[in-house]
């Protein structure tokens, strides 16, 4: 099982960056994806997840309206479009899923079980 993270990288704040997600050994159409980041000395933090049934999407306030999350399961991949950055946005982000047919919305870390090795964002003001 693998997930590859990529798309990170240097973006000025106002601006836009698109993280994509390649996975291998799972099938993301039967799990719920999501992202997560975290900064230098802070918890890791869930910034999006998209549900495997019906494809509902969920962000915590700090990113709502600014990022979305998205799949495309012809290429067993997620995806986490993030717009109007700012330099609170600067972190590591890391594209996490479910196990198989997990029902509900899962914020923390604990609650996924496959994790990528991580992107790094980081936003300049």
């Known amino acids: 099982v693998q997930l590859v993270e990529s798309g990170g990288g240097l973006a000025q704040a106002g601006g836009s960056l698109r993280l994509s997600c390649a996975a291998s050994?799972?099938?993301?159409?039967?799990?719920?994806m999501g992202w997560f980041r975290q900064a230098p000395g802070k918890d890791r933090e869930f910034v999006a997840g998209i549900t495997w049934s019906g494809d509902s999407t969920y962000y915590p306030d700090s990113v709502k309206g600014r990022f979305i999350i998205s799949r495309d399961n012809a290429n067993n991949s997620a995806s986490l479009q993030m717009n109007s950055l700012k330099p609170e946005d600067t972190a590591v982000y890391y594209c996490?899923?479910?196990?198989?047919?997990?029902?509900?919305?899962?914020?923390?870390?604990?609650?996924?079980?496959?994790w990528g090795q991580g992107t790094q964002v980081t936003v300049s003001s």
């Open positions: 996490a899923a479910t196990a198989e047919y997990s029902r509900g919305f899962y914020y923390a870390p604990n609650d996924y079980v496959s």
């Open positions: 050994g799972l099938t993301v159409s039967r799990r719920t």
